[in-house]
């Protein structure tokens, strides 16, 4: 983030959609089952037409016994027709609360083929999707499949499909399996899943790359100390260095962790007493620069005013993404700002967000090479911030509405680390030597690989991270 945006165009670019839905859940299994074990599961389909490039099968999985379940122990299989005797398939999961990397798929051709099946796709767990407790549930699996060659696939014709089925509801023609005995669902006749003569196909291996790796991060933390942190791939700056005011420090201990509104949030002070050596900076990234395209969100509460002494510092409270600038005008330069200043710089007299994506600069002579958007205005307190990225543009909307769109020539050459941090301009806003400090809070982050999600998707996804228990995932591959 540097220290002035230059205005550029903007054009509009479009989001994918992915209709989420969901629905109570009743225990009306196929086969009765001991009292102690029992499981439903809900389906619904993303993709409703009778053919399709992929199909959309996702699912719900629900405990309805009365003990607790290991995912690991329990095997969900979906029945189709095979678009050819030759046709070989590819599975990948596009998002799962439990995690995609909890999630596996396989494929398997059937004993007993039917009108309708000759095939089926077996999802299982792996142990780090961890249990299921009586009445919960898995939360979505979004899974999909594909022929290996891409061809368009039928799936009218597949057992286990319903086209009218756009949202959760239970349905039988999927078996669900616990420790190998089938505790719902109806498999196409003569094709008892628990056969062990059932012959399977190795060479249709579970595909998850193409994206859809997911960080998220609840900032579940004790202090700018708690191991955790680190191990969640996170550095509390504590080095010199710019942006900001010449002398600042960056203050690790000015990093804390506080309730608010149900949720912990990430706390990170800005103070100052008029001078260098008496400003003390706040800064949170990631360690590692593996992030690159797809879908950034975070939920921030900005300020006005601070919570002690006089106001009117050019103060800086931002999220963004960045790279590292290799040699001044270097063309593999990448940044992704929301800023907002609450009370002016950089010539504005007042309250001004700016979203900005960069392409380079020069530090010495100043020079910048970016493109940005801007509203005037008060954006005191809590507020959705959602940055996507594509092959086409950079796009970033503010509580659910388009703030602004960023040409391709702005698009990220390579990776980024993902970055919160609070700073001031100069001393120029106020002069006074009074102390004052001023806060910034971050509720969540979120970050999808190659998808472009649309801010209702993301609510969707970080309510069901919540629902589900889970305060943190990274399943993104370093780069």
Same mark, same amino acid.
């Given at each position: 983030m540097r220290n002035r945006p230059t205005a550029g165009r903007a054009r509009l670019a479009l989001a994918l959609s992915v209709l989420l839905g969901g629905?109570?859940?009743? &225990?009306?299994? +196929?086969? @009765?089952?001991?009292?102690?074990?029992?499981?439903? *599961?809900?389906?619904?389909? /993303? &993709?409703?037409? +009778?053919? @399709?490039?992929?199909?959309?099968?996702?699912?719900? *999985?629900?405990?309805?016994? /009365?003990?607790?379940?290991?995912?690991?122990?329990?095997?969900?299989?979906?029945?189709?027709?095979?678009?050819?005797p030759n046709a070989s398939y590819r599975f990948a999961c596009s998002w799962a609360v439990r995690g995609c990397a909890a999630v596996t798929g396989t494929f398997g051709t059937l004993g007993n083929p039917t009108a309708t099946a000759d095939r089926y796709l077996e999802i299982g767990f792996t142990s780090a999707a961890g249990t299921l407790a009586p009445g919960a549930d898995?939360?979505?699996?979004?899974?999909?499949?594909?022929q290996s060659n891409w061809q368009t696939l039928r799936q009218s014709d597949d057992y286990s499909f319903n086209g009218a089925q756009t949202s959760y509801g239970n349905w039988d023609k999927v078996t669900a399996q616990l420790a190998g005995a089938t505790l719902?669902?109806?498999?196409?006749?003569?094709?008892?899943?628990?056969d062990p003569t059932d012959p399977t196909d190795p060479t249709d291996p579970t595909d998850p790359p193409g994206g859809g790796q997911t960080l998220f991060d609840d900032f579940d933390y004790a202090s700018h100390t708690d191991p955790a942190l680190p191990a969640h791939g996170w550095s509390v700056r504590s080095n010199s260095g710019g942006p900001g005011v010449p002398g600042a420090t960056w203050d690790p201990s000015k990093v804390t962790f506080v309730s608010a509104g149900g949720?912990?949030?990430?706390?990170?002070?800005?103070?100052?007493?008029?001078?260098?050596?008496?400003?003390?900076?706040?800064?949170?990234?990631?360690?590692?620069?593996?992030?690159?395209?797809?879908?950034?969100?975070?939920?921030?509460?900005?300020?006005d005013t601070p919570k002690s002494g006089p106001d009117?510092?050019?103060?800086?409270?931002?999220?963004?993404?960045?790279?590292?600038?290799?040699?001044?005008?270097?063309?593999?330069?990448?940044?992704?700002?929301?800023?907002?200043?609450?009370?002016?710089?950089?010539?504005?007299?007042?309250?001004?967000?700016?979203?900005?994506?960069?392409?380079?600069?020069?530090?010495?002579?100043?020079?910048?090479?970016?493109?940005?958007?801007e509203r005037r205005g008060s954006y005191a307190g809590w507020h959705d911030l959602v940055v996507?990225?594509?092959?086409?543009?950079?796009?970033?909307?503010?509580?659910?509405q388009l703030f602004g769109t960023h040409d391709a020539q702005y698009l990220p050459e390579r990776p980024m680390s993902i970055n919160f941090n609070q700073w001031l301009i100069d001393l120029d806003g106020q002069t006074s030597a009074a102390p004052r400090a001023y806060d910034q809070q971050v509720d969540y982050v979120l970050h999808v690989k190659d998808r472009v999600l649309t801010p209702a998707e993301v609510a969707a996804r970080v309510a069901g991270y919540r629902a589900a228990g889970t305060g943190f995932v990274d399943e993104v591959p370093a780069s």
């Amino acid at each position: 983030m540097r220290n002035r945006p230059t205005a550029g165009r903007a054009r509009l670019a479009l989001a994918l959609s992915v209709l989420l839905g969901g629905g109570a859940l009743t &225990a009306l299994p +196929a086969q @009765a089952a001991p009292a102690a074990d029992g499981l439903a *599961v809900q389906y619904r389909t /993303s &993709a409703s037409g +009778a053919t @399709a490039d992929q199909s959309e099968p996702w699912f719900k *999985v629900r405990n309805t016994g /009365s003990s607790t379940v290991q995912l690991s122990q329990v095997k969900i299989r979906y029945y189709f027709k095979a678009d050819s005797p030759n046709a070989s398939y590819r599975f990948a999961c596009s998002w799962a609360v439990r995690g995609c990397a909890a999630v596996t798929g396989t494929f398997g051709t059937l004993g007993n083929p039917t009108a309708t099946a000759d095939r089926y796709l077996e999802i299982g767990f792996t142990s780090a999707a961890g249990t299921l407790a009586p009445g919960a549930d898995t939360g979505d699996l979004q899974l999909r499949f594909y022929q290996s060659n891409w061809q368009t696939l039928r799936q009218s014709d597949d057992y286990s499909f319903n086209g009218a089925q756009t949202s959760y509801g239970n349905w039988d023609k999927v078996t669900a399996q616990l420790a190998g005995a089938t505790l719902w669902g109806a498999a196409p006749e003569g094709n008892d899943p628990t056969d062990p003569t059932d012959p399977t196909d190795p060479t249709d291996p579970t595909d998850p790359p193409g994206g859809g790796q997911t960080l998220f991060d609840d900032f579940d933390y004790a202090s700018h100390t708690d191991p955790a942190l680190p191990a969640h791939g996170w550095s509390v700056r504590s080095n010199s260095g710019g942006p900001g005011v010449p002398g600042a420090t960056w203050d690790p201990s000015k990093v804390t962790f506080v309730s608010a509104g149900g949720n912990s949030v990430m706390n990170l002070e800005t103070s100052t007493a008029g001078t260098g050596a008496s400003t003390t900076q706040t800064e949170v990234l990631t360690k590692s620069m593996k992030f690159k395209d797809g879908t950034y969100a975070a939920r921030v509460k900005f300020a006005d005013t601070p919570k002690s002494g006089p106001d009117g510092d050019h103060l800086v409270q931002t999220f963004f993404t960045i790279n590292d600038l290799k040699a001044p005008m270097a063309d593999d330069y990448a940044e992704y700002d929301f800023e907002y200043l609450p009370n002016g710089g950089w010539g504005e007299p007042s309250d001004i967000l700016y979203t900005t994506s960069w392409e380079t600069y020069n530090p010495d002579p100043w020079q910048a090479v970016n493109q940005h958007s801007e509203r005037r205005g008060s954006y005191a307190g809590w507020h959705d911030l959602v940055v996507t990225i594509d092959d086409s543009a950079i796009t970033y909307y503010v509580d659910g509405q388009l703030f602004g769109t960023h040409d391709a020539q702005y698009l990220p050459e390579r990776p980024m680390s993902i970055n919160f941090n609070q700073w001031l301009i100069d001393l120029d806003g106020q002069t006074s030597a009074a102390p004052r400090a001023y806060d910034q809070q971050v509720d969540y982050v979120l970050h999808v690989k190659d998808r472009v999600l649309t801010p209702a998707e993301v609510a969707a996804r970080v309510a069901g991270y919540r629902a589900a228990g889970t305060g943190f995932v990274d399943e993104v591959p370093a780069s």
